[in-house]
């Protein structure tokens, strides 16, 4: 159905934050202002003296206490435009320059979807001015602190993965050993000691993972196969497990993580609750990152879906050596240097790295 119809996704959205209990919630409705009802609040940070951060909380008792959370709506832009999701998230791989080993990710890391917004397409004058109300505010935020070229916000989504292993790492439980008393019906039949031996000592398969029999819930969990993307050199994760992010259909139902690049595929319409902050890092200009906690889609869209695609070569790091001179008069640096041979020998070239190759579902009632 067209957006602008009647019983359209734009009139349904715009109908909601015209009604009084939802005015405080959007913040493009008009009814909520920066530095009248909610303000900027610097966060001390430890062991981080180049870095400064921001967190916008409500000033105004009668709109709430503590971290603001509100509600932003926009239409999702693709990859060209800073969209970063897949088992990857927001990790760019980079080399470790004391070391020159990769940083991968690993059970600890931190790794998040990123998601840009923009204004909705064609959607009117009522559209067009509440995106701009809203947008007005965000540039309030940054008159401030910074200023952010675009309209685009910027949304970071939840954890794409958490640490399974982390309370058992704490407190390991003492390790067991397969001891087996004789008897004499063992002795009498050496097969059956050997087959139970082997049975014991054997390590189980790893169980395969079927969507089809995943049970959907919002606290629900799932192996890392479940990414079509989850392979190659740039993770080093043994306990990890995938989370299930709070992202709904038009339907209110949840997407399972496998499911998200066909759901939240560009040109779709979204609201997006969260909270925001603000981040300085040295002498770079602050940026603003909408914090997401819940993701509901509006509207599909007609675009095809960005499949996050495996990547199985590491980027080679940049190894810098130092030269006397070009290539074209390396001779006659020898020379000078005490009469060295003309005839220059040929040199291998570097070695090249190794070659790196019954579902139930959960019903959002807000």
């Not at 990769?102 to 995106?131: C, H, L, N, S, W």
């Not at 309030?140 to 292993?165: M, S, T, W």
């Not at 007609?302 to 190894?319: G, H, K, Q, W």
């Not at 810098?320 to 005490?338: C, I, M, V, W, Y």
Request: aromatic share 8%.
């Amino acid at each position: 159905m067209p957006r602008a119809l009647p019983d359209g996704a734009y009139p349904r959205l715009l109908n909601r934050m015209t009604k009084p209990e939802w005015q405080k919630s959007f913040l493009g409705s008009g009814a909520i202002r920066y530095k009248q009802h909610f303000d900027a609040e610097h966060v001390p940070l430890q062991n981080a003296t180049d870095w400064d951060k921001w967190v916008l909380v409500w000033k105004d008792p009668a709109y709430g206490s503590g971290l603001m959370e509100t509600i932003l709506f926009g239409q999702l832009l693709p990859k060209a435009f800073g969209t970063r999701a897949g088992a990857k998230g927001n990790h760019f791989p980079q080399f470790d320059s004391s070391t020159g080993i990769m940083e991968k990710i690993d059970d600890d890391t931190r790794v998040k979807p990123i998601y840009m917004f923009g204004e909705p397409f064609q959607g009117g004058y009522a559209m067009d001015t509440t995106f701009a109300n809203q947008w007005s505010i965000l540039d309030e935020i940054f008159e401030d602190l910074a200023k952010q070229p675009g309209r685009h916000i910027r949304v970071c989504g939840q954890a794409i993965y958490k640490n399974a292993n982390r309370s058992a790492a704490i407190k390991e439980p003492p390790t067991t050993h397969n001891v087996m008393k004789l008897t004499a019906e063992m002795v009498k039949r050496p097969d059956m000691l050997k087959k139970d031996m082997e049975r014991h000592q054997k390590p189980p398969s790893p169980p395969t993972f079927d969507p089809n029999n995943a049970v959907i819930h919002e606290e629900a969990t799932y192996p890392l196969e479940c990414l079509p993307d989850h392979t190659g050199p740039f993770f080093n994760q043994h306990h990890s497990v995938v989370t299930q992010p709070l992202v709904y259909d038009q339907n209110r139902n949840l997407v399972p993580p496998w499911e998200l690049p066909h759901k939240l595929k560009p040109g779709v319409l979204v609201t997006v609750r969260g909270t925001m902050s603000v981040w300085k890092i040295g002498k770079s200009r602050p940026a603003l990152q909408f914090n997401a906690t819940k993701i509901r889609i509006l509207a599909d869209s007609n675009e095809d879906p960005e499949i996050p695609s495996p990547e199985m070569v590491l980027p080679r790091p940049i190894v810098r050596t130092q030269q006397s001179a070009p290539k074209h008069l390396a001779a006659f640096d020898n020379d000078e240097e005490g009469g060295g041979d003309r005839k220059r020998t040929r040199t291998n070239s570097p070695t090249p790295g190794p070659a790196f190759g019954v579902r139930t579902r959960h019903t959002d009632k807000n």
